[in-house]
């Protein structure tokens, strides 16, 4: 392959993705590695680390990113197969923050991807095209007579060990875990044994053909089977996992789901317990009852665009100790290293739980509003969600609207709810979402912003 054949579509926003031997194939990694070295030199680093998740395609992509960045004299740290938040906690301590995770996420089986992070910083928008123009220019790093080393790392042990070094459970609990067969079902359970916990695990066997339900927590359909596990144990309380690991979705004994934005009120209530006036991040899908949650607890509320890459930014910018975002991940900078980590998060949600005897019911205290899930509209094939999501937010005429918000597509919050409309970043989809504090004005709501959509007569809204 020519760099001149490179498929642009997979540099995406927050990470490069693609569908592997169509838009992504051995050839296509080399490159990528040979890129990554090429920013790499310049800014001084000599060694990165590299993992990848429990896909299939993963063992060859991973051959061909090392041959890349090897072959340009940077060393390599090969921690095998990990969950993405095992790769930056091995990137973080053994790599001064650069590594790279060869992960297709929560995407169907034949998808495969690399999530990026330099120095320290994530990989994002304008860094990851960056990447693009160097391949497509062929302003490549040259091959160098020494290639630089390749060394492999198990880190699992140094992982669960730092975690269960300052994780403290208050008494010994029984739950459940569903990994949907991807790779955090090969470390989750060993995590909280760690810990103390009893663990009944559902679909744990790693499997990139994910035979069971699709790894994906933010989906309810996918947590069906974990909210029947623990319907039908005596377990306390029950966690999922996306594909790769750094996303949390929670259960309780009565059915229902704890939402991320919701769990992200019991993390700041117990942040800000110990930190006063520390700052709390969260995305513009999340609930409208967070920021006076936040508040009340003593904390700064502030909203972010939604992506781990650019929730990661904000951290940095505003120097919070705490982030998360509607899809399941979450980021402690307090007592942990600041990025997102479903399997951490899990610990942390465990020793607030462990606290009582009732978690279901600690859980199910946290404020709610009435809300829809994340709900798509597809993007007619040829078109730009954000072009369109632009051309209706210049045009669009809401009833009692209070503010506007637009860091991320458009939010508009009404007196008793929020409405909000987005282009996503990953797949050809708009994203809605709304809240209100009642049916009737949820109704309304919806009914505003369909009538926005309808203006343009290539969606469809069903």
């Known amino acids: 392959m020519t760099s001149k054949q490179i498929d642009a579509s997979i540099f995406k926003a927050y990470d490069i993705r693609g569908i592997v031997d169509v838009s992504l194939n051995k050839d296509t990694a080399e490159l990528i590695g040979r890129a990554i070295a090429t920013v790499a030199l310049s800014k001084g680093i000599d060694q990165i680390a590299i993992g990848r998740d429990g896909r299939l395609s993963g063992p060859i992509l991973a051959t061909s990113l090392i041959q890349g960045i090897s072959a340009c004299g940077i060393n390599v740290i090969d921690v095998g ?9 091995a990137a973080i301590e053994h790599c001064q923050g650069s590594g790279i995770m060869i992960t297709g996420s929560h995407n169907p089986p034949d998808y495969n991807g690399f999530k990026m992070m330099l ?11 960056t990447l693009r ?18 060394v492999s790392l198990p880190i699992a042990s140094e992982y669960i060990n730092y975690i269960t070094n300052h994780v403290q459970l208050k008494r010994p609990m029984k739950i459940v875990i569903d990994a949907g067969n991807g790779v955090a079902g090969a470390y989750a359970g060993d995590l909280y044994r760690a810990l103390g916990c009893e663990v009944i695990e559902l679909f744990c066997e790693v499997d990139g053909n994910f035979p069971n339900h699709h790894p994906d927590p933010a989906k309810p359909a996918n947590l069906q089977d974990l909210i029947q596990a623990l319907q039908n144990s005596d377990a306390e309380i029950g966690m999922a996992f996306d594909g790769d690991g750094d996303r949390l979705g929670v259960v309780i004994k009565d059915e229902q789901i704890i939402y991320p934005d919701r769990q992200l009120m019991l993390f700041a209530a117990d942040v800000l317990a110990r930190n006063p006036k520390a700052k709390v991040i969260y995305d513009v899908k999340s609930t409208r009852l967070l920021k006076p949650w936040i508040e009340q607890h003593g904390g700064e509320s502030i909203m972010s665009k939604t992506g781990h890459s650019f929730i990661k930014a904000a951290i940095k910018e505003h120097g919070a100790l705490l982030a998360g975002e509607m899809s399941g991940h979450v980021f402690f900078k307090e007592r942990w290293l600041g990025f997102d980590d479903g399997l951490y998060a899990g610990a942390r949600l465990l020793e607030i739980l462990s606290a009582s005897e009732n978690p279901s019911a600690v859980l199910n205290d946290l404020p709610e509003g009435i809300s829809t899930p994340e709900l798509n509209i597809a993007v007619p094939a040829g078109q730009s969600g954000h072009e369109i ?7 669009a005429q809401f009833n009692d609207e209070v503010e506007r918000i637009t860091i991320d ?3 508009v919050e009404f007196k008793d709810g929020f409405g909000l409309m987005r282009a996503s970043n990953t797949t050809p989809v708009l994203v809605l979402r709304f809240e209100a504090d009642n049916q009737q004005a949820l109704d309304n709501i919806i009914a505003q912003f369909k009538a926005v959509i309808s203006q343009n007569p290539d969606l469809s809204w069903n």
Do not use: C
């Open 409 to 411: 597509g458009l939010r």
């Open 389 to 395: 999501i632009a051309s209706l937010a210049q045009t």
């Open 133 to 150: 123009k160097i391949i497509e220019s062929g302003q490549l790093a040259s091959s160098v007579e020494h290639s630089g080393s390749v």
């Open 119 to 129: 120095a320290g910083t994530t990989l994002a928008g304008d860094d990851i095209q």
């Open 81 to 89: 197969m990990v969950a993405t938040p095992m790769l930056y906690f």
